[in-house]
């Protein structure tokens, strides 16, 4: 079945970088995008930006420009979302979802099970 | 980007209808058909429910079901059942590779 799998719960310093994996199965790899979404304690979701798998083209949320690196690595089906700079603010559950290839449609099916990132000093 | 409006909350009791509006502008909602909507359950990942505002899913109830006017998008849950209890999230693409998700809005079954 498609599936993707992250990486564990992180706990990082304000200042410090993070990143997380997203490890895909089920289906070819390079056929999809995947997008990244965040959702602090108790908030809302927040679109942080996408990548295609199959050229590795990305686009992200303009707030978090600078700050975020989107890659893939297709040896291996795993996405991987880089954070810099973090605040506790940053402070989030992070996922990961696969989504179209050539752009994002707003189509996240499925979902990771999301990774827990915590900044604190 | 602005984030999409949403109401806090909507309840309805068990067997009844209810419709989430989600108000976005011209330059995202209003200009694509691009509008998804998900479900969530506390602690669990989010799950789509409705795509390209009226699609859904294999899988998927149909008591289920997307529309748009305007600038709005809906989603209508009818036969309401206990474990529709979730906070819904709409989301639609605002161009330039970028998208908006609302502010979400939490549902109960009375």
């Known amino acids: 079945q498609v599936q993707l799998v992250q990486s564990g719960a992180e706990v990082k310093k304000p200042g410090a970088s993070v990143r997380v994996a997203c490890k895909a199965s089920?289906?070819?790899?390079?056929?999809?995008?995947i997008s990244w979404v965040r959702q602090a304690p108790g908030q809302g979701l927040e679109w942080m930006g996408w990548?295609?798998?199959?050229?590795?083209?990305?686009n992200s949320a303009q707030k978090l420009q600078g700050r975020v690196t989107l890659t893939t690595d297709t040896s291996t089906n795993t996405a991987y979302m880089e954070l810099r700079s973090l605040r506790s603010d940053d402070t989030a559950v992070y996922y990961c979802?696969?989504?179209?290839?050539?752009?994002?449609?707003?189509?996240?099916?499925?979902w990771g099970q999301g990774t827990l990132v915590t900044v604190s000093s | 980007q602005s984030a999409l409006t949403q109401p806090a909350s909507v309840s309805g009791s068990p067997g009844q209808s209810i419709t989430i509006s989600c108000t976005g502008t011209?330059?995202?909602?209003?200009?694509?058909?691009?509008v998804s909507w998900y479900q969530q359950h506390p602690g669990k990942a989010p799950k789509l429910m409705i795509f390209?505002?009226?699609k859904r899913p294999s899988g998927v109830s149909n008591r289920f079901s997307g529309s748009k006017s305007g600038n709005t998008a809906s989603l209508t849950i009818s036969g309401l059942q206990a474990e529709d209890e979730a906070d819904y999230y709409c989301?639609?693409?605002?161009?330039?590779?970028?998208?908006?998700f609302g502010g979400g809005t939490k549902l109960t079954v009375l």
């Open positions: 979802a696969r989504d179209a290839v050539f752009s994002t449609v707003t189509m996240f099916d499925p």
């Open positions: 089920g289906y070819t790899f390079t056929s999809y995008g």
């Open positions: 990548i295609s798998a199959n050229n590795g083209k990305t």
């Open positions: 011209s330059s995202d909602v209003g200009s694509y058909n691009l």
């Open positions: 390209e505002g009226s």
């Open positions: 989301c639609s693409y605002a161009g330039s590779s970028t998208l908006v």
